[in-house]
């Protein structure tokens, strides 16, 4: 079944669009990477996905439905450095907001909520840090924290924003440790990422964009010099074509 | 207890400083709270808008009805919404940016309220009042609108907790949760209209602003906790507009003007004396580190330094080694003794049992420190010395365990001198 289905989805920033005629179809279980050079609509796309730009065409269904009636059933990690990181916050407070999608209106988190936060902050080895203030964090546990909030939403769909940009050796293996226990799980991951150099070790099935889409399938078989080219513009390939003249 | 009397209880009697007491203790709460969103948001320069653009509703609203404090109410906050989308509608239509807007759009608005008082000679409308405020002459119908502000802004932060702290720490998140960012958007700003009528009263329009963002940045340095920022927060509005107002009535100074300045004070006292982020404080807490260094590597010395040795001797020593006059071994010793880690008996010196374990903790410090940044190769071998002789001041204990295990116990620094170990 198709839990994300993407029809000819186009966005614009200041009337220049950003992706253009985006069709895409996800099936659940997978660790999706999003790849494609600077400015390629990598986080635009994501962002369209989840209803948080307007769309000039197209139209997006998430478990066959409209997104608001599936917001419970996703979570979003936003790229660090969109945070406040001076906010009056501690770790734990952050990740009760992951419970909030679950809590109604004018609901305080329960004893539940509690645990949940409780255990997903032992899961990811930041739980004796639960009463720092996020400034007073390494980047990486700072990314794993967020981490942790998407966990406490225990959502379906989890959408990724360059998660393991500036973060240490450990956080990387904890959020790719992470990634595979969730597929497991049955749950699906699309990641935004932007360093080709590990994306058939991370990921399962990768979408490449530069605008449009250029290609969708299993990784080891869309990740192939042509398609990488085709994404990229031709400019990886400037190392090789200047091996030639040189020969 | 004579002065408490006659100048803090005595002017109580009188039933109009009561009513500014209320007022004052309102408003501080009031402005205090709504505050401390306005600053988390970075939206003061919406907030003096807000201020400025409410006066041509409080006029309008004087023109149709006369002096009530309803209609007065309505007409202010109507302004302040109409602005908000105003400066919204010309932000998402142009390519001006928001301050811009908010300065074209507030600075319209407040010159036609000015435009309007001035045409309307025969009402009378005491625009002095509400430009800079008159807490000591608040009628009982403004007294009760403040207090019915104050209870409204209270009982919605209550509700709505989740939503304005969400929205705040993280617009995007709230969004994919399904919380409307602009629902809280329009709320804050209708509360925040709400508490700036509340303000008219004490501080006045100029400097209403001045009781949202003073207040709240004080208790931002107090605190790192939303839910204490908020109750610092409206603390120091309270004190702040209850001092002013006695200020004010003492010396016969400008009530708003006595009341933002106290408010002022305070700051700038915290702003020093803070014990987490005040200068002064930072300052005597760099000046008691290094004194404490000193003495660190005061005591390694004398734990080398053969038993028994005089006085003299070990002053002479140290002072070679440390490159550092007697003068200031001196103090080093005398922080050592009071630490017991150090006894003098008799002229002569001798390191305690305490001391020698605390000298010992240093040195392994400093060999775990060399043995860590020449395995990680940090920096190469002649910096490993003077590297170490820095962190060995600051390591905590549980990190030094920590780094022990990670580099499996070695038996030796890389200078070949043993690790001691308990």
Redesign the interface.
Known sequence: MNIIQVKNLTISYNKKPAIKGINLNIEAGNVIGIIGPNGAGKSTLLKGI???LPADTGDVKIFGRDI?ES??R???I?QRE???WD????VE??VM?GR??H?P??G?PKQIDREIVNGVLQKIEMDKYSRR?I?QLSGGQQQRVFLA?ALA?QSDIY?LDEPFVGVDAKTERVIFKLMKELREEGKTLLVVHHDLGKAQEYFDKLVLINQTLVAYGNADEVFTPEIIDRTYGGRLTILQRTEEIIS | MEIINQYILEPVQYEFIQRALIASITIGISCGLIGTYIM?RRMSLIGDALAHAVLPGVVISFIIAGKSEITLFIGAVAAGIITVLLIGFVNRNSRIKEDTSIGIIFTGAFALGILLVSQLKQVHIDLSSYLFGDVLGVSSGDLILSAVIMVVIVVTIL?????L??T???P??A?????STTFVHYMLMTLLSMSIVAGLQSVGVILIIAMLITPPATA?LL????KK?LIISSAVGMLSSVIGLYLSYHFNFASGASIVLVAVVIFLLTFLFSPKEGVITKLIRRMESSKQVLADDVIKLVYRIPEGSSKTEIFEKISNSLGVSVSKIKPALKILITQGLISEVNGSINITLEGSKYALKLIRKHRLWETYITKEHVTGMEHIHPEAEKIEHLLPEELVNELDEELGYPEKDPHGSKIPRE
């Not at chain 1, 906010?87 to 501690?90: E, G, K, R, T, V």
């Not at chain 2, 509700?159 to 939503?163: D, E, N, P, S």
């Open positions: 989840l209803g948080l608001d917001r419970k996703i979570s979003y936003p969109q945070f406040d906010f009056p916050i501690n407070d952050v907001m909030y999608a809590l209106a004018f305080f203030q400034r909030r939403q959408f | 988390l509700l709505f907790y989740k939503q702290l969400i705040s720490f993280d995007t998140m969004m994919t949760i399904g919380i931002y605190s790192d906790n939303l920022i």
